[in-house]
């Protein structure tokens, strides 16, 4: 449990930043909060030569609202995402998803850019800015550009982050006043990560589901939008056949690994399970 | 007399002695970061050893090569079986009469085994030494199910015992077999089950787990090549007896040995057995002229040292129509992995197992185990509990409450017609043991009081029904658990490790003014000795416990002593304290008597003093007698006020408690919710209430851990696959049920103060409790008998299995 060899860099823009990660090519990483990064390398699973903290990037940090969107620097912490009072008010599901990553210690360093980059099915945020609708800005040594979320990840740990670009920050549109959400995580523990997990966002009409997006977090090699699942509700009060044929959409596109959380058949099983969960409680809150 | 004169009572909480809630003293170090732990200790120039481990659970070892490693920067020495050979340590022996390679000779026997030890300057500098070194494999075919072990087509995993069909324990019936332990009138019981009414048959296993402490295993071994002296600071629960057998397998003399068990993080069994890196580290240092540290971490910790359990339990009740059990029938496959490490008292090869007849009053009991090798790390220590006393307790208590159902009694009610009564103490139980005191119906009924069982029972009906009907996927279960343990290893006519009789010693010296040190065979791992030490010895002689300092585990100043494990401390050295105490006591009343100016025999111990009978105001203070026994003693009396006590019980102590465990499952997700845990133990005196308390939580703790998801598990073809504490369920504050806690209180009768013993009463009694509340949840469902862990999959598979859940 102790890494090799590397060395630490810590530039203070994000230009130099990227020049950093283009002259020392394939071996040099960027280093956020480190919990996921530092394990692996203590694993010595991953054996950067050079780390190149961006913790000294004073732009890359803070949360701030743009018209309808929230604008979130990658370098926020999820404490930081806790404590934001404007991540209460107007996005109330990320609040709650930080909620559930890890424990307090975790979170103080862990952010948002390393728990989205980082590209482990895992991880709670990817599910949720997919379902939330989510860009991702990148800037590397051709300049910058926007991805979506849902056009971000290609395999575990293979994202469309090419070598040498830095994620800077992610814009998020605000959902409607109103709205109902749901994130419905199933874990053995404090501190585990999802046997399978749900989001969920949707507005209702007249008793019916207006519109819904539902995210799915560890259930496959990388997060899912549950599509089919999202247009069954739509228009329907979420009465039971609803809710049997979603949450039958969302198991259908599922293939996790079984692993000591459960069999496959469990974790699609529970899969569902809190699809319909979500679905539920973010009905019963919507206006 | 006048106002300012204290109490009685007073008097007697000046002393914070037995009965107190006194807080511990060792906590304000320890909470202040302030406590000396072995990796606290850095000596001058000290060096750092690691290890290469087997990535195969069996293969031959072809070929090592170092040249690498000792290019890496800062890496010196890289020691293997052959090093060690040339000083006659690559293998050495356990404490269950076995022999264990101290790095892999010719082959691995499991996988994450040590195969090499580099020694560095620093930890960096070892771990890059570790990935130079490169060792070729040629894998075997691996053997991981125990049932397994001794087919006829089974690998033979212990190449040096082919041949060798008798062991430390017997004849051996397989290259894969240890030995064959039987307890018993086979004969008596095989006709109890011919005639029985009633029997029940079911494979009971009790899976592996791991005792992980929070503090790993590790030393730091300093060998003075002038004085010829090893000093060596480890993780020692029983550093006494680590010195006696570094004295016997390295031939140094024993006075030349320093061996210091510094505060230590948890120990749980785990630090009792003796460990490759211990070796190693000794020899780097003898190799070296430096002193070298090793370190665990945290995988190594899982995945090498020593597992606990592992006991696959054939149980068959024999029983009445009327539910009076007749016969007990246990055959255990135990599953010791590569090496019999079992850190047993050492004729017990199944620990004291037989104490499987448990609470109940059984006419008669047979019991066999059988004890196989796998290619799996060696052990098995006692996680928290007397030797295999967890193992048994959870055989019988389950196995009861199948009868019950079988029976369509009520459990509580089978135990309660089938308790040993308090009348038939000391009780001669069918396997052999002798339990000292007991009163379990009180102690039954007043736990079914409490918890309003009848309501409950009532209730659950209820559930049942309303599940019945489609309205709840919630099902409920209630968990009983009556245990009786037995601890206090032991007296010298049963128990002996390496041939050392299992006494333990207090050696008392009190100073002038009144203060003094106790200094104890025993050794703390956080039980909070030196507070409760200091407690017996201020109710003994009448000093308040602030002025005894409680030193251990530091070999030259410490009396020998067994060490700390199997609830052995308050049972054992808890006695020598007040025997040592009493002859302090004994002294300090000559002196009394001669400073008073009458005979000894007119003299009466009164709190903190002696009074002459009938002259109340003729009185002298325990503290004043100490200094009088420094200026002035009876002539003809020698000075000073010291004495030692090495005590060798007459019986073991058997505490007892009565647990129930309300516990609500969703058969959709498996998942659980303890709403209620209730424990009532009777470990006999009770020295500190507080400390007691504090015990059951963690033992109990500990106990929930198992039961639902706390397991060490190996793949199919032997990789482990629970080496973190991320699948290696260790619960934190936010999963861990609310405990209430009860008592009642049944001295043992020929402990001196009457104390049985309690830190692993919760860990023996929590996880039937546990295990009874699941199986008696899904009960209703048509289930028997569903193993453990418990954790949310297996629950939803047992529904499943079960057709409750589609
Ligand atoms: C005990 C424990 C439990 C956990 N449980 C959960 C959980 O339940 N749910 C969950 O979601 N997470 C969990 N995590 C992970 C945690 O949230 C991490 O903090 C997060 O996954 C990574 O964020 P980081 O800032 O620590 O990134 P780092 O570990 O520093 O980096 C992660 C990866 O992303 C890359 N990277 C980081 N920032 C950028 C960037 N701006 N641009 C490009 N690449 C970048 C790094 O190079 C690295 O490959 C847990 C971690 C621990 C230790």
New interface residues.
């Given amino acids: 449990?102790?890494p090799?060899?590397f060395s630490y860099h810590r530039p203070a823009s994000v230009a130099d930043a990227v020049k950093l990660l283009v002259d020392l090519g394939e071996d040099a990483r960027p280093l956020a909060g480190g919990h996921s990064l530092v394990p692996m390398m203590k694993l010595?699973l991953a054996t950067p030569a050079h780390l190149i903290d961006l913790r000294g990037i004073a732009a890359l940090k803070g949360v701030s609202r743009n018209g309808n969107n929230l604008v979130i620097g990658a370098m926020t912490t999820q404490h930081e995402l806790l404590a934001s009072d404007e991540v209460a008010k107007s996005m109330p599901i990320l609040h709650e998803a930080a909620l559930l990553i890890a424990?307090p210690q975790v979170r103080y360093r862990g952010t948002i850019g390393g728990n989205v980059a980082n590209g482990d099915p895992g991880n709670d945020m990817p599910a949720l800015m997919m379902t939330l609708g989510a860009t991702y800005h990148l800037e590397g040594a051709g300049g910058a550009r926007d991805v979506a979320a849902a056009d971000f990840y290609q395999g575990a740990y293979f994202t469309a982050l090419e070598p040498g670009e830095i994620l800077t920050s992610i814009t998020v549109p605000v959902p409607a006043a109103g709205h109902g959400y749901a994130y419905e995580k199933?874990k053995?523990?404090?501190?585990?990560?999802a046997?399978a997990a749900a989001a969920v966002v949707l507005t209702m009409a007249g008793g019916k589901v207006a519109t819904c997006s539902i995210g799915l977090t560890n259930v496959h090699e990388t997060p899912l939008l549950a599509t089919d699942a999202a247009n069954a509700v739509i228009g329907t009060s979420l009465d039971a056949a609803t809710l049997k044929k979603a949450a039958a959409a969302a198991s259908a596109i599922m293939s996790p690994a079984a692993?000591?959380?459960?069999?496959v058949e469990?974790r699609k099983?529970?899969g569902g399970?809190m699809v319909t969960r979500a679905l539920q409680r973010a009905a019963a809150i919507a206006k | 007399m006048n106002d300012l004169t204290p109490t009685r009572e007073q008097r007697t909480a000046a002393l914070e002695g037995m009965g107190c809630k006194r807080k511990r003293v060792e906590d304000i170090r320890f909470t202040q970061g302030r406590g000396n732990y072995v990796d606290d200790v850095k000596l001058p120039g000290m060096l750092h050893g690691d290890f290469v481990r087997s990535p195969h659970p069996h293969a031959r070892v072809k070929r090592i090569d170092d040249s690498a490693a000792l290019k890496v920067p800062g890496v010196l020495a890289v020691i293997t079986a052959e090093t060690l050979k040339t000083v006659n340590l690559a293998w050495m022996p356990t404490l269950a009469g076995d022999v264990q390679m101290v790095l892999a000779d010719g082959k691995v026997l499991f996988q994450n085994q040590e195969v090499a030890f580099v020694v560095a300057t620093d930890r960096y500098a070892a771990d890059d030494g570790i990935n130079a070194v490169i060792v070729e494999y040629e894998p075997l075919p691996p053997l991981v199910d125990p049932f397994k072990a001794m087919n006829a087509d089974a690998p033979v995993l212990r190449e040096d015992l082919v041949g060798k069909m008798s062991g430390a324990h017997g004849p051996r019936k397989h290259d894969n077999h240890i030995f064959e332990w039987t307890v018993g009138d086979k004969d008596l019981t095989d006709a109890a089950f011919r005639k029985a009414e009633v029997t029940i048959k079911e494979m009971i296993s009790y899976h592996r787990t791991h005792p992980s402490p929070l503090e790993t295993c590790q030393c730091v071994c300093s060998f003075d090549k002038i004085k010829g002296e090893l000093t060596i600071y480890g993780t020692f629960q029983a550093p006494h007896v680590i010195r006696t057998v570094v004295s016997l397998i390295a031939k140094l003399p024993e006075h030349k040995i320093h061996v210091i068990a510094p505060d230590i993080g948890g120990g749980f069994g785990n630090k009792v057995g003796a460990y490759p890196g211990y070796i190693c580290a000794a020899v780097a240092s003898i190799v070296t002229g430096k002193p070298v540290k090793w370190v665990e971490d945290r995988i190594e910790n899982l995945t090498a040292t020593s597992f606990a359990r592992d006991y696959h339990m054939t149980t068959e009740v024999a029983a009445t129509k009327e539910g009076k059990v007749t016969g007990l029938r246990v055959h255990v496959l135990a599953d010791h992995g590569a090496f019999d490490a079992c850190a047993d008292p050492s004729k017990w090869p199944a620990g004291f197992f037989n104490i499987v007849t448990g609470s109940y009053d059984f006419p008669t009991a047979h019991l066999a185990v059988d004890g196989v090798y796998t290619n799996k790390a060696p052990g098995g220590v006692a996680y928290r509990c007397s030797f295999r006393v967890t193992e048994a307790a959870y055989c019988i208590e389950r196995a009861m409450d199948i009868l019950a159902q079988k029976l369509n009694m009520d459990p509580a009610e089978l135990r309660l017609k089938n308790f040993i009564k308090a009348e038939q103490f000391p009780y001669h139980s069918a396997l052999g043991w002798e339990y000292d005191s007991g009163d379990y119906h009180t102690a039954m009924r007043k736990m079914m009081e409490t918890t309003g069982y009848a309501a409950l029972r009532k209730e659950q009906a209820e559930r049942r029904a309303a599940f019945a009907r489609g309205e709840t996927r919630d099902i409920m279960g209630l968990g009983i658990s009556f245990f009786t343990e037995i601890v206090g290893a032991g007296p010298s006519k049963n128990c002996d490790i390496l041939g050392i009789a299992m006494f333990d010693s207090c050696e008392i010296r009190m100073h002038p003014t009144g203060a003094g040190i106790a200094r104890v065979g025993s050794k703390s791992q956080g039980q909070g000795h030196e507070t409760t030490w200091a407690q017996i010895i201020a109710t003994e002689i009448g000093i308040p416990a602030d002025n005894i300092m409680v030193e251990e585990g530091n070999t030259d100043t410490a009396p020998y002593g067994l060490g700390t494990y199997g609830s052995r401390s308050t049972p054992v050295a808890g006695a020598a304290i007040a025997m040592a105490a009493r002859k302090i006591k004994a002294k300090a009343q000559m002196i009394a008597a001669y400073k008073l100016e009458v005979h000894e025999d007119d003299l009466e111990f009164d709190i903190d003093g002696f009074r002459v009978r009938g002259l109340p105001e003729k009185f002298m203070s325990m503290k004043d007698i100490c200094w009088a026994a420094y200026n002035s003693v009876p002539p003809g009396m020698e000075p000073g006020l010291e004495a030692v006590s090495y005590y060798d019980p007459p019986n073991m102590t058997y505490p007892f408690g009565a647990y129930l465990c309300v516990m609500d499952i969703d058969v959709d997700t498996g998942v659980y919710k303890v709403r209620r845990f209730y424990a009532l133990d009777d470990c006999g005196t009770r020295i500190n209430p507080m400390i007691i308390e504090g015990q059951v939580h963690g033992g109990l703790t500990e106990a929930f851990a198992i039961a639902m998801g706390q397991e060490i598990r190996y793949d199919e073809v032997g990789n482990v696959v629970t080496g973190s504490f991320m699948d290696f369920f260790m619960p934190t504050a936010v999963e861990t049920p609310h405990w209430e806690t009860d008592f009642t209180v049944t001295p043992s009768p020929h402990h001196p103060i009457g104390a049985k013993g309690v830190g692993e009463s919760p860990n023996v009694g929590g996880v039937p409790a546990f295990s009874n509340a699941v199986n008696d949840a899904f009960s209703f469902l048509g289930s028997t008998h569903i193993q453990m862990p418990h954790d949310f999959w297996r629950n939803w598979k047992a529904a499943k299995d079960l057709g409750a859940v589609a």
């Fill in positions: 449990m102790i090799g060899p010595r424990d199933l053995r523990k404090v501190g585990d990560y046997t692993d000591a959380r459960g069999p469990y099983h529970v399970i």
